[in-house]
């Protein structure tokens, strides 16, 4: 195959993170004999400083002309720090979602049998947890009318039914590709927007006979994912459910460095880490490359191509077990990598493979 991947480091440890994901890729094409090209291109604060917009035309012409987006993280304290900001990096990643009609977030849990003491959870909990949290990521209330002044404020939480049955959509074909197990996300004893999602669910569930589908109100998932992350197999919730529950599911693994993630749609995937740009471990190398390399086996595995994705997890597993880990993870007394050095690993295991 040949691949064209657009890359938007971003802002941050985004850089640092970006050189290890584009290292294995290049790694793994050539293991296999794939060819692959990158085109480079600005996005976040780094965006704003250079041009004075997160997401420059430009950098969304790159975009469509690619297979798919590594990305990697933006966000700066600069703009954090200040209400008044009329551009934000954020809205960077918005602006990309919604131009590319990446309406499908999909974020896997997973834990690590050697970093189950990193979880805040006791081992018995979430040994054995793997699931999928499936987001709605361009409707509902982030994209909804809005109105703010001084005595009072609103964000409009809409979604039509052609959005609600693209995602439900999703979500069972994943569940059965999976453990044939669906739960829907939603407050349909207060919202009418979860009412809508829950009423296409029951009307969609049908079509897919050998899928067990469960409905759930969201403040319950919040304490069934700490009480019993197992129970789990595929999640499917809207937008603003979503960004909360996938922040929360990102803490069973121990770190928020070990998870990647993909947004797909209308136009080109992009895949990422879960984290942010962590701006206070700019050029410290401590950053976990983890999240960005696996993000790199879920690009493989949506092109179909399962053995290169395989092998990319199978290196992961052998760098954790290895203790080849960033501070972070690190066992005590174990020897010190950088996000330089653990990248490094990655590739030569590779390589060698």
Known sequence: MEFKIAVLAGDGIGPEISV??????????EKFGHKVSYEYALCGADAIDKVGDPFPEATYEVCKRADAVLFSAVGDPKFDNDPTAKVRPEQGLLAMRKKLGLFANIRPVQTFKCLLHKSPLRAELVEGADF?????????????????????????????RPEIERILKVGFEYAMKRRKHLTVVDKANVLASSRLWRQIAQEMAPQYPEVTTDYMFVDNAAMRMIQEPTFFDVMVTENTFGDILTDEGSCISGSMGLLP????????PVFEPIHGSWPQAKGLN??????QILSVAMLFEYFDCKEEG???????????????RTPEIQVEGGAKYGTKEVGEWIVNYIRKA
């Open 286 to 291: 401590i950053a976990n490359p983890l999240a």
């Open 132 to 160: 999928l949290c499936i987001r709605e990521l361009t409707g509902g209330m982030y994209f909804g009318e809005k109105y703010q002044d001084n005595e009072k404020a609103y964000d409009t939480n809409m979604y039509t």
């Open 20 to 29: 290890q994901g584009v290292d294995v890729m290049t790694a793994v094409c």
């Open 261 to 268: 993630s993909a947004s797909t749609g209308e136009s080109t």
């Open 310 to 324: 395989a092998l990319i997890r199978k290196a992961v597993d052998a760098s954790l077990d290895a203790c080849v």
